[in-house]
């Protein structure tokens, strides 16, 4: 999914020598890695990518790098606060271009959706009963798609 995005993905909104300054301002050392992912991260806007799909699209690109450099650089990125990493039950870390609180909705496909639309609704419900205030609501929401591939057997049966 990452990788078809990528393909897609026109010119970088940020030059070289800008993400060179960003990462220098954040105290990272700015290695072709590091402002190729930048660069990649800011071309992308609001998504969620494991580092396996930075690894194959460093690689695509003709950056050969080792999958723990990819790894060890996202985790700096986090510390950083340029990136969110973010917990979903799949075993694999997953980073967030989005540092802003949000809420996610998790298709069957893999697909990670940002959403906002029920921080409205949970803030004002929220029983205050002893004076807390909420401080930050982050909700999961795993949704099963329908299955196209079911639909195309179904119809294959017809024929028969
Ligand atoms: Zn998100």
Redesign the pocket.
């Known amino acids: 999914m990452l990788l078809e995005l990528l393909q897609e993905t026109a010119v970088a909104p940020t030059s070289s020598q800008q993400a060179r300054q960003h990462l220098r301002a954040l105290g990272l050392r700015p290695t072709r890695q590091r402002v190729e992912m930048f660069l990649l991260m800011h071309s992308l806007g609001a998504t969620?990518f494991g580092a396996s799909d930075m690894h194959q699209w460093l690689l695509k690109r003709g950056n050969p790098v080792a999958l723990a450099t990819v790894y060890n650089n996202l985790k700096e990125f986090v510390e950083a606060g340029l990136l969110r990493r973010?917990s979903f039950s799949s075993a694999q870390a997953i980073f967030?271009t989005?540092i802003k609180p949000?809420h996610?909705i998790i298709d069957s496909s893999g697909l990670?959706i940002?959403t906002d639309a029920v921080d409205y609704v949970l803030k004002k419900n929220f029983p205050n009963r002893y004076g807390q205030e909420i401080v930050c609501v982050e909700i999961t929401i795993t949704v099963r798609s329908p299955d196209l591939h079911g639909a195309g057997k179904a119809d294959r049966n017809g024929d028969e």
């Open positions: 969620h973010v967030d989005n949000h996610h990670i940002d």
